[in-house]
């Protein structure tokens, strides 16, 4: 039985369970926390996920867990371990059924005093053009020839059809487009479930929101990133719909077997894993890079629309109705990353569920603007509350693999947070705050009320003090979108 | 202090059980972000058929009365009972989403981890909720006082 004492606190945001805790650990577990959040943790079972999450074979370093944690299926949400190459293994569990949900940003010169007035009709517009909630498909139907081409070229086929600007490529995790994705290791099923879904938010927590850039804590940075106090923004929160989904279930399936042929003992199923260098463990990281292409294609149809809706409502209105490109990054993926881990430079497999990438200044694959002061983090918020930009960090390097948090983590479940909230009083309550809702389904919308999560602020506060991110900007939500 | 990791007791879903609970029935437990259903039956027919009927509860699927029935027959293979509830439940989830069908009518044999299903529905009228995947998180099909039982854990 272990209680806060048999954690080892490492600074008052960091604390660890040592190796020691259970048999069948094999790295320390590392949680970025506030002594309060800790114990609020203690009150589900993210900490147990993070302790399974640490046997699995090939870990090093330590498993960490993020201050939005909350309990997932296997390995906790806001978990991050990562896993040596070439034998240590991958685990679609640890990635998440939702490959590369991410978040994309967009700025803008547009200032909020000369919009005021078409914010509702830019929020039914936005709401109109970028298809969103259960049972929708996409804005695009594609066939197979063009899935495929989309799951090798990502973001990079949203060019070639005009959706995408150099610049948005450019301000992409990894330019939009994974290397080495495979669409023939993806099944005909979730093929079938692609070709209808290109361009489409889904349901559940997934959103577009129209922010207003609140408040300035990095000059520069926000400088760099074109945010500016007082002008909109727009956020986009989405995956790779059945896509990824479909194929996240098609290999935890088979992966069942997997752990067989390979002996590996897991404390729970829904973590099982293959080697890297095992045919199975190469076919789930070329399926999984489709996934996350798709992901970075379906963020950039959507922004395309959304532009779509902001030149609709706005050209002609006011002097600059553009949105520009901040950064697009992904919160449910595994990367092959370099780190150095006690000392020594690494080929690691990094698995960030429910966790953003976020490289410290220098690191490679940021673009030139972005290389001296980080990679831009975006952090959602719940609905109706605040949304942060971050920076990655030199000590977001050191700690954590180059990852922080990805938004402010439940608290309470589906089911409490319709009981408590209704869908209509809440929508009445955010528009008295003079946030516009444009929501296909009003329970979606209650099991999405702000109280069912954490305070965004407490958990980017977290970060901060810990060092794994820097303060940017701070939004404030205008109109949400969503399904 | 709260304690930490203490291996939580096996709680059978009839904890409350009183005479009048029926022998096959399925229920929501409270889950911080994802979707959990205990389900029970005497069998293992039956438990796929309760699982079917509680996800769709979940998903506040509605059929359209006034359409023409529909059909389906499944034919699943699995290692173990486990995988063969994962399977069940996923065919369902893809003819919800893909054929926009549900199923109100379960007629299922399963002999030798082999299902076999003929299934009968209608068009999905109204659906509020979306089920991304079933999941095999602590995923146990047990005995139970009733028979079998089985906690799933949904990602929504």
């Not at chain 1, 059809?161 to 995790?173: M, P």
């Not at chain 2, 029926?22 to 438990?47: C, I, K, M, Q």
Request: with cysteine; aromatic share 6%.
């Amino acid at each position: 039985m272990v209680d806060l004492k048999d954690f080892r606190r490492i600074s008052d945001f960091e604390w660890e369970i040592p190796r020691t805790y259970r048999k069948d650990m094999l790295v320390p577990v590392r949680i970025f926390a506030t002594r309060r959040m800790l114990e609020a943790a203690f009150e589900d079972k993210s900490l147990e996920q993070a302790v399974n999450a640490a046997t699995l074979p090939g870990l090093v370093g330590h498993v960490v867990v993020m201050p939005d944690m909350h309990q997932g299926y296997g390995f906790p949400i806001g978990g991050v371990a990562a896993t040596r190459l070439p034998d240590g293994v991958i685990s679609p569990g640890a990635i998440g059924y939702d490959i590369n949900c991410g978040v994309r940003l967009l700025g803008s010169k547009i200032y909020i005093d000369e919009v005021e007035e078409h914010l509702d009709e830019l929020a039914t517009v936005l709401n109109m053009k970028c298809p969103s909630g259960v049972g929708e498909g996409g804005a695009i139907r594609l066939s197979d020839d063009e899935l495929a081409r989309v799951c090798r070229d990502g973001a990079q086929w949203a060019r070639q059809q005009g959706y995408a600007t150099e610049a948005d490529l450019r301000r992409t995790e990894e330019g939009g487009r994974l290397e080495g994705a495979d669409p023939g290791k993806v099944s005909k099923r979730a093929r079938e479930r692609g070709r209808s879904q290109l361009g489409s938010l889904g349901a559940g927590n997934h959103f577009i929101e129209v922010d207003l850039v609140e408040q300035i804590y990095d000059a520069e940075a926000a400088r760099v990133m074109g945010l500016e106090e007082g002008t909109l923004a727009v956020q986009i929160h989405c995956g790779s719909r059945g896509f990824g989904h479909q194929i996240c279930t098609d290999y935890v399936r088979e992966f069942q077997s997997a752990v067989q042929r390979y002996q590996i003992r897991l404390p729970d199923r829904e973590l099982v894993c293959a080697p890297l260098n095992s045919p199975e463990g190469q076919d789930y990281l070329a399926a999984m890079r489709a996934a996350a292409n798709y992901a970075f294609a379906n963020r950039q149809v959507l922004a395309h629309l959304a532009r779509q809706a902001f030149e609709q409502v706005l050209a002609g209105r006011v002097a600059s109705w553009q949105l520009h490109q901040v950064y697009d990054i992904a919160h449910n993926m595994g990367k092959i990353e370099t780190h150095v881990i006690d000392g020594e430079k690494m080929k690691v497999c990094v698995h960030r569920k429910g966790a953003t990438r976020a490289f410290g200044p220098g690191a490679p694959g940021l673009p030139e603007e972005y290389r001296t002061i980080g990679q831009p983090v975006l952090v959602p918020g719940s609905m109706g509350t605040a949304s942060w930009v971050l920076v990655g960090t030199e000590t977001s390097m050191e700690r954590s693999f180059g990852s922080t948090c990805h938004g402010a983590g439940r608290v309470m479940s589906r089911s409490k947070a319709k009981k408590e909230v209704r869908g209509e009083t809440l929508r009445v309550s955010l528009e008295k705050e003079g946030i516009r809702v444009r929501a296909g389904s009003l329970s979606g919308l209650a099991e999405e009320a702000p109280q069912a999560y954490k305070d965004v602020d407490d958990v980017v506060q977290t970060v901060s003090g810990a060092g794994i991110a820097r303060k940017v900007a701070r939004l404030r939500p205008l109109a949400v979108i969503k399904g | 202090m709260k304690k930490l990791f203490s291996p939580e007791p096996y709680r059978s879903p009839h904890r409350e059980t009183r005479d009048d609970v029926p022998s096959a029935g399925f229920r929501e437990n409270e889950h911080t972000a994802d979707w959990e259903l205990s389900v029970w039956a005497p069998d293992l027919p039956g438990l796929l058929e309760q699982a079917a009927r509680g996800m769709y509860a979940l998903c506040s699927i509605s059929l359209d009365g006034s359409a023409a029935r529909r059909e389906h027959a499944l034919d699943l293979t699995a290692p173990d009972s486990e995988t063969l509830l994962v399977s069940f439940l996923e065919e369902l989830l893809y003819l919800a989403e893909q054929e926009r069908i549900a199923f109100d009518t379960f007629k299922i044999t399963v002999a030798e981890g082999r299902l076999k299903a003929e299934l009968s529905g209608a068009p999905i009228r109204t659906q509020g909720k979306e089920i991304k995947a079933v999941t095999y998180h602590n995923l146990a099909v047990r005995q139970g006082p009733h028979g079998l039982e089985a906690s799933i854990v949904f990602d929504v």
